[in-house]
């Protein structure tokens, strides 16, 4: 079997179901839990969560980066399809210069 080039479409959906779909769940549930456990603001239920999942955010998206150029997109591709995703809009997480 050959490795060919996946679509723009399958590489978008790879983004949204490794990166997108699970930070918001784990967002929202770190909100529900904060609010429902702890006696806190709004604010910082919104906070702690995006501070504590940030990292699993930058991790998923490494791996996701990697996956794209092992299937052979170009980092301007994979920039570009980042966009789309709603995953990255910084060229130089990709190894592109501004």
């Avoid at 679509?7 to 930070?23: R, T």
């Avoid at 904060?34 to 699993?56: A, M, N, R």
């Avoid at 930058?58 to 794209?68: E, R, V």
């Amino acid at each position: 079997m050959e490795n060919t080039k996946p679509s723009f479409v399958k590489a978008i959906l790879m983004a949204q179901l490794f990166i997108n779909i699970p930070i918001v769940v784990l967002l929202i549930g770190g909100f529900i839990i904060t609010q429902q456990f702890f006696e806190i603001s709004i604010k910082e239920s919104i906070l702690i969560p995006v501070i504590l999942i940030w990292p699993l955010w930058s991790f998923t998206l490494k791996k996701w980066i990697d996956w794209a150029t092992n299937k052979g997109f170009s980092k301007e591709e994979i920039y570009e399809l980042g966009k789309k995703a709603f995953v990255n809009y910084n060229r130089k997480r990709v190894g592109l210069e501004d």
